[in-house]
């Protein structure tokens, strides 16, 4: 049989012959480079619950600051983005959004990292809870929303460090409507970054996140120290909530209401797993150190958070957070020009559009690791989706999309963002809730349970108010799901067989045979009238007799949804039969890969033997697809041909 790395290594390598032009030779150096890194990997060491420990790992707080710059980056818009969505009520829903953090996604993800160490987080445990079709299919809905969390927070990311570069006083006025311009710059020289070639670099993350950190500590010690010098604005902000609202009841239900459209603060959680792999020891110290990154990172943001919304809505004039003011988008650097100059202000700025820039780039690299680990696995992508670059053109160019049609404004891509991590942090509580019931930990189930209902409340809440993002999350949903399916569809036919091996009885029946004729056999009863029957019938319909030395092949399929296996093949004597039975997602996959197989052992040329199918063709063809069966021979014959084109070395298939 053919191995798929022969395969890949040849469609990567092509040919360029004496006679092929300048253009082909250059579209096969394009090819290879694109290409460049691919590699199937093998099933029997890759999954989605394996073991990919990398080359380099650190201490868990070196980690925390790549998590990090996705997580503290946020600090960039997220007061801005809280003063619009709350006004004078800002600090008191980022109160409500910081207990939900420490009450409710800290300890799910503390769950979280616990049950799926490998960095996969809650996609993993859920496709693990729920095998099968229904597992796979709740894996490509969820994948939708990744993909509207992450690609949103490359462009947010962008559009809010253009908003850091234009409102620096430095920059040239005539640059002020460029916003959409220089946000696709950055976008492109990120993904010319990923296009040359990238690898997490935490010791820029260490230095990006120690910069941007403390100069935010200067900024806010400032700001308490201009605060606590006119009492009088916190006095001017106790008046404004009692006028707005009429009791402190109103004043919390309204805060609660609001509170999902700041979920934006809750950003950094699916990334601080998915970095887990990073943290240096063993499995144990992974986890605890993972516990420790995740529960740092949410009371250093916490601080951040309460303190921001505080100070930003008290020193801020309201109309500044508006579109054009010079507060949008970045209140606290609003606050460094303010009170410490304009250089400290530029110095301020330079950090936060790096931690954006780098933010995007985090992001980008959690795509690149979610899309080979499930899509091609699945069947529903093709082969080139496990290779970087090609994937880094597709995210570009659907960030360059997702730009234009927000127009790289901050404020109006906070629903789709906020959509994307709510959706990914309820599936997070979902898993860990029907975890601990499936185990019998009732007492833990419960309290994620409830968890899991608030989450859901603040994500139905967040796409009634700004369904913009549900929109992009089911654009995102529909692309995958189609794309997926076809994808599935058009490689049906291809081996999907990643190793065969034969155990000792097994193999003995193949040495011993004289000529291969396997005899294939659904298996029912498995009882001595339905081998006798099956041998008349062989007899009957291909005059083979018993003493011929026939094998009886029977495939069943445990999982149809599975789309690469490894086969064994395990040799049985039943009423005086000899039997080869073998497990695969599906049947004439599985019979045209052991053919070759035994071909390639013994040099002889294997043959199988079929009766003829009955029903309908369509429905033949959708159950193949679904269950693994449908109308064997012509497919076994089709996976056949293209597998091997030469006919003469063919194993041959025989219908009767």
């Not at 930990?441 to 549900?470: K, Q, S, W």
Request: proline share 5%; with cysteine.
């Amino acid at each position: 049989m053919p191995s798929p790395d022969s395969a890949a290594n040849t469609a990567e390598t092509g040919s360029a012959g004496s006679g092929a032009s300048p253009d082909s030779g250059t579209r096969a150096g394009l090819g290879r480079w694109l290409l460049s890194g691919l590699q199937r990997p093998d099933h029997r060491s890759t999954g989605p619950h394996a073991e990919e420990v990398p080359h380099a790992q650190h201490s868990w707080w070196q980690v925390m600051c790549l998590t990090g710059v996705d997580y503290f980056s946020t600090l960039g818009y997220q007061p801005g983005i809280a003063a619009l969505a709350a006004g004078t009520l800002s600090p008191i829903a980022t109160l409500l959004l910081v207990a939900l953090t420490l009450f409710g996604a800290l300890p799910v993800y503390r769950a979280v990292a616990r049950e799926s160490p490998n960095g996969l987080g809650s996609l993993a445990m859920l496709e693990s809870l729920m095998p099968g079709w229904r597992g796979k299919l709740l894996v490509l809905f969820l994948l939708g929303f990744v993909a509207t969390a992450f690609i949103v927070t490359i462009t947010l990311s962008a559009a809010d460090a253009t908003a850091h570069v234009l409102h620096n006083p430095f920059v040239p006025e005539f640059l002020s409507g460029w916003q959409v311009p220089v946000t696709l710059v950055l976008i492109a020289a990120l993904g010319g970054v990923f296009l040359v070639g990238f690898s997490e670099a935490i010791s820029i993350a260490v230095v990006l996140v120690a910069v941007y950190l403390s100069l935010n500590v200067v900024v806010l010690v400032v700001a308490v120290q201009h605060v606590i010098a006119n009492p009088s604005l916190i006095a001017d902000w106790q008046n404004a909530l009692t006028t707005e609202h009429s009791s402190p009841i109103a004043l919390i239900a309204v805060s609660l209401y609001v509170m999902p459209k700041l979920a934006l603060g809750l950003s950094g959680f699916e990334t601080g797993v998915a970095v887990m792999p990073l943290v240096r020891g063993s499995l144990t110290e992974r986890i605890g150190g993972a516990k420790k990154l995740l529960t740092t990172a949410a009371l250093i943001m916490s601080v951040f958070l309460i303190a921001s919304s505080f100070l930003t809505t008290v020193l801020i004039p309201a109309q500044e957070f508006q579109e054009g003011g010079k507060a949008n988008g970045r209140a606290l650097a609003y606050l460094a020009h303010a009170y410490l100059g304009d250089w400290f202000g530029t110095a301020y700025d330079i950090s936060t559009i790096g931690i954006l820039w780098f933010a995007g780039a985090s992001a980008l690299a959690g795509l690149l690791n979610i899309v080979p680990r499930y899509l091609p696995r699945y069947g529903m992508a093709p082969d080139w989706s496990r290779a970087t670059r090609p994937m880094v053109l597709v995210f570009t160019a659907i960030s360059f999309a997702i730009t234009f049609f927000f127009g790289a404004d901050v404020e109006s891509q906070g629903g789709a963002y906020a959509t994307g991590v709510l959706a990914l942090i309820l599936s997070a509580a979902v898993a860990v809730t029907l975890s601990a019931w499936k185990n019998g930990r009732t007492r833990t189930a419960i309290p994620f349970g409830i968890v899991a209902l608030i989450f859901a409340y603040a994500l139905v809440a967040n796409m009634i108010e700004r369904p913009d993002g549900l929109v992009i999350a089911f654009f995102f949903i529909l692309a995958i799901v189609v794309t997926s399916l076809i994808s599935r569809a058009t490689r049906s036919t291809e081996l999907r067989v990643t190793r065969i091996t034969l155990d000792d009885q097994a193999r003995r029946y193949v040495n011993e045979a004289a000529e291969i004729h396997l005899i294939a056999n659904e298996p029912h009863a498995r009882d001595c009238k339905e081998y006798v029957d099956k041998a008349r019938e062989a007899w009957e319909l291909h005059r083979l007799r018993s003493n011929e030395g026939l094998l009886f092949l029977e495939v069943t399929v445990p999982d149809a949804s599975e789309f690469e296996s490894e086969l064994r093949v395990i040799g049985e004597e039943r009423h005086g039969f000899r039997i080869l039975r073998v497990e695969s997602p599906t049947i004439a996959n599985a019979i045209a890969a052991i053919l070759l197989h035994l071909r390639d052992l013994t040099g002889k040329t294997p043959n199988v033997y079929f009766h003829w199918a009955e029903g309908n063709p369509i429905g033949a063809l959708l159950r193949y697809l679904v269950f693994g069966g449908g109308d064997v021979p012509p497919l076994t014959r089709e996976v056949l041909r293209q597998a091997e084109p030469d006919a003469e070395r063919r194993p041959l298939v025989h219908v009767g």
